[in-house]
Structure formats: C-alpha cells, structure tokens
C-alpha cells in the first residue's frame, strides 16, 4: 500500500463501479488503480461489475481516491459524490467542468484514474503542457495535487482557470448576475440592428460603449472579472456557432452560478480532510518551457496532445478568440497541428510533437512518468502514425514505454475513437 495508508480489516469487501462508467476501457483502467494502489483483486463480472479485494487493504484511503468506483464495501466514494454534482445531462461535465463548449476534452474520471495507477501522493505535482479545457488541473485540485497548466490559447488559459477559481468566488457571483445579464442584454438589443450579414463578427467586438464592458471594468476582484469573461465567451460561441440566442446568457449564468456554489461546497467538504492542490495556468509553448518549468521538477505529466492535426482549435474557438482581440492567423502558426495541408501537415505535426517531448523529458523527475492519450486520424487522406511516433521518439530520447492502454470510445459524438494512453517512465 501507498506510504500513508494502514492496513483496517480482514475481511474481503467488494468494490463496485461507479453507476456512472460508461465504457468498456473503464474496466481496465479500474483494474489498474487498485494495481496503482498495490491491492490484492479480483474481478467478478456480475450483473454490477465488481472487484474482490483481499486484506490489507485501507478502506478510507480507497474511498477517498478511487475514480471508477462508486463503493468500497460499505463506504461510498468521494468521487462518487463529486461527480453527482452535476447541473448539466451529460456525466463529464459536472462541477465546473463544463464550462465553455470545448471540443476534444478527455474524461474527467480517467485522468483521476492516472492518479492512482501511478500512486501519487497528496501535494506532488502534474503538469499538462496542453491544457485545454482544464480537466486536468481542476481534477488535480480536487484530489490534492498542484498542477501546472499551460497552453498556447488564451481561451483556454481563460477556461482552466475559472473551472478552479469559480468555487473562491461563488459566494459573490449572485449577487452579480443581474447586472451582468442587464449590461449584455443592452448589447444584444444593439446587435440585434446590426444588418445578418456582419453580424458574426460584430457581436461586442466594437468595445466602445459595450455596457458588458463597462460592468467588467467595475469589477475590482480578478477572479471575478474572469469569470464573467468566461460567460461572455461562451456567449460569444453560442452565438456564432450555435445561432443561440440572448436567452443561452442568461440560461448559461444561472447554471455556471450553480456550477460555482457547488464548486465551493465540494472544496469546503475536501479541505477538511486535506489541502486542495495550487492551480497555476500559463499562456505558453508546449515546445518550450523553459522560462516556465526547471528541469527535474515535475512528479507527473498527464496531457492528451493536439488533436488539432483533427480539431482546429483556432477554428473551433474563432468567436472567442475575437472577442478577446486575438489575431487567428498569428495563433494558428504557434498551434501545432494547425500549419499545412497532407502530407506536410502531418510532418510538421510529428515535428512539433517531438520538441514537446524533449521538453516534457527534461522537466520530470527521474522515475516519474509521461502519460500521453493520443488518438489516430486521417487527415487530407494522409494516414497519421501518432501512436507508433511518439513511442518511438520517446524511447530515443530516454523514456521507457511501460503500459499501452487502448482507450476505445463508441459514439457518434466521438470523431476520434482509437485512442491509447501511454505510460512513459523517464529513466
Ligand atoms: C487535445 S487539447 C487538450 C484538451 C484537454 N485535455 C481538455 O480536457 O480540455 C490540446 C490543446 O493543445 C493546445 N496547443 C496546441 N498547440 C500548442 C502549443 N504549441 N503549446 C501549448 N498548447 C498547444 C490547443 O490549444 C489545445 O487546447
């Protein structure tokens, strides 16, 4: 077992999956959390699935950190009760996880799973060098690791550290609201004049006179602003993309005030039992992080690399990233994946992965791990080699593949549905 748990009972106790679990690699990756967190286990398939597990074991300590599970014996999980607090339908997107339409998020649950199949211990670091949405460092936070997070989208800087500052915030984020949905419905009545054929780039982009600006300039608290920054650019999204209209503003603040209140009654519960991880978000370079990161400094990185090669995200994110006075073509040459078409792409892709590499080896600890989810893809018909590349470039440059794990997802909502985590360990 861990270092800090103790051995409680003689009595083999059943471990059930969470009601929850939606796929089939789940069953994998519960099977190797108990391995992560060196339990003696059983699968029995019945019509719940469940695990055996054999003394010694700690019961606290399993119910505490497992991720796939909803009950250790007789103890329900604390994950179990983080992810039912959910405003939203689907199961990935409870607490603040949800919060901007972000295409290509992994799961919450799995990244959690990472945790404990590498046995990491409260207070140690992750880093994800391709933050995204944020899922990891929000998951990190909870569970009581400090995480890094770093990406080369402003959006995303936005998204990821919201998703984690909303809870210290939630108390003063009603009595906000109105006036927020007050200033944007004035833009909106102004937008609303504007003739259909400007109207995609014209929401809100003339600052001058915005009465949401105008409410964001009155707010002193930083998280604050951000938050309703946050809610301006996921208005901004629905907007151009999904032709939504004011009523997803004021429907998208209501429920991202009750994401923030539940945030902040889960941080509240957890901090009784331990200190939750320090987020730190950067705008930054996944090829270079050297004014960002020593060397040797890392405990884990869990990162899931540009799907863009798939997903541009610069596309994705355009009326978002207008709003925030981005140039899009000065951001699509820093965002790999993005530059050229077939063939080329795909290399310059494979060349961009490669420095990343070189830079994730040098910022871990030695003995600690890299784990990376990648997908395949077909791209202008040009067949990517993700899987095979980045095995093989990371053994050159001193990892060792200890674990694939296929990550099969089905569903029309999926594009990418042949994706494997590899468990690099730095030598
Ligand atoms: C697959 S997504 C990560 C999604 C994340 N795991 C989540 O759950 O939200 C990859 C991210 O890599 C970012 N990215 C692309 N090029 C980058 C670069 N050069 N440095 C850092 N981040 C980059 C993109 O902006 C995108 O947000």
Redesign the pocket.
């Known amino acids: 077992m861990l270092s800090n748990s103790k051995a409680q009972s003689q009595n083999v106790i059943l471990a059930q999956l969470d009601n929850k679990t939606q796929f089939v690699y789940e069953v994998a990756f519960a099977r190797r959390e108990l391995d992560g967190l060196k339990v003696n286990a059983d699968t029995k398939l019945n019509d719940t699935i469940e695990f055996e597990i054999r003394p010694p074991y700690d019961i606290d300590l399993l119910a505490k950190r497992l991720a796939h599970f909803g009950k250790v014996g007789d103890r329900i999980t604390e994950y179990s009760r983080i992810v039912s607090r959910n405003q939203k339908r689907s199961d990935n997107q409870f607490l603040t996880h949800w919060y901007y339409p972000?295409k290509?998020?992994?799961h919450p649950r799995l990244v959690r799973s990472i945790f404990n199949i590498l046995g990491l211990e409260y207070g140690q670091t992750v880093l994800?060098?391709?933050?995204?949405?944020?899922?990891?460092s929000l998951e990190a936070h909870l569970f009581g690791l400090n995480a890094i997070g770093?990406?080369?989208?402003p959006v995303?800087q936005i998204i990821a550290r919201v998703k984690v500052t909303a809870g210290q915030i939630a108390q003063k984020l009603p009595l906000l609201r109105e006036k927020a949905v007050d200033a944007m419905k004035k833009d909106f009545s102004e937008y609303t004049k504007i003739e259909p054929t400007r109207k995609a780039e014209a929401f809100n982009s003339e600052k001058d006179g915005s009465s949401y600006q105008q409410f964001l300039d009155s707010l002193k608290d930083d998280k604050v602003k951000d938050f309703f920054v946050l809610a301006q650019l996921i208005f901004a999204s629905d907007l151009g993309r999904r032709r939504r209209d004011f009523a997803s503003f004021e429907k998208n603040i209501q429920t991202m005030i009750a994401s923030a209140l539940d945030l902040a009654k889960t941080q509240k519960e957890l901090k009784t039992d331990r200190p939750l991880g320090e987020v730190s978000i950067h705008e930054?370079?996944?090829?270079n992080l050297k004014d960002l990161i020593r060397d040797d400094s890392v405990d884990a990185v869990i990162?899931?690399?540009?799907?863009?090669i798939a997903l541009n995200?610069v596309y994705n994110d355009r009326y978002a990233l207008e709003e925030l006075g981005i140039d899009l073509a000065e951001l699509g040459e820093?965002?790999?994946?993005v530059k050229g078409k077939g063939r080329q792409k795909v290399d310059l892709y494979d060349e961009?992965m490669r420095r990343c590499y070189d830079e994730l080896y040098r910022v871990l600890r030695h003995g600690s791990y890299c784990v990376a989810v990648i997908g395949e893809a077909t791209v202008d018909g040009e067949h990517t080699r993700n899987v095979h590349n980045a095995i093989e470039y990371c053994e050159r440059i001193g990892f060792t593949l200890k674990e694939d794990l296929p990550k099969k997802i089905f569903g029309l909502y999926n594009t990418i549905n042949d994706e494997r985590v590899l468990f690099f360990e730095k030598d």
């Open positions: 972000y290509g998020k992994y994800d060098p391709f933050v995204g949405s944020g899922t990891t770093v990406d080369i989208s995303c930054g370079d996944a090829r990162t899931s690399p540009p799907y863009s995200y820093q965002c790999i994946g961009d």
